[in-house]
């Protein structure tokens, strides 16, 4: 059974930086697509940055602050967040789709707290 598992967030203050990285455990095949999406009480979870061959996207609030990027070890992804401002604060979740299997998969969620 695949699991993605997060880490890395936190309370910073404004202007500070954190990074979350995401390991996904369980599975034969690599990970095609991963990302991270943002999601505050009830509100939607939004797209924040995501990367697979051709590159990477992000969120246009998000862009020249954070940086996604994919780790050596397999199926590993980080999201590198500076310049943090308190409107980033939300649960950030690690999304990681396999074509092999058409899956996608979910972590659980890693709370970033932007407030001094």
């Known amino acids: 059974q695949v699991q993605l598992v997060e880490s890395g967030g936190g309370l910073v203050q404004p202007g500070g930086s954190l990074r979350l990285s995401c390991a996904a455990s369980?599975?034969?095949?690599?990970?095609?697509?991963m990302s991270w999406y943002r999601q505050n009480p009830g509100g939607q979870r939004d797209l924040v940055a995501l990367i697979n061959q051709e590159g990477s996207t992000y969120a246009d609030s998000v862009k020249g602050r954070f940086t996604i990027s994919r780790g050596n070890a397999k199926n590993t992804v980080y999201l590198q967040m500076n310049s943090l401002e308190p409107e980033d604060t939300a649960v950030y979740y690690c999304n990681a789709y396999s074509a092999a299997v058409n899956s996608n998969y979910w972590g659980q969620g890693t709370q970033v707290t932007v407030s001094s």
């Open positions: 369980g599975s034969a095949f690599s990970m095609n697509t």
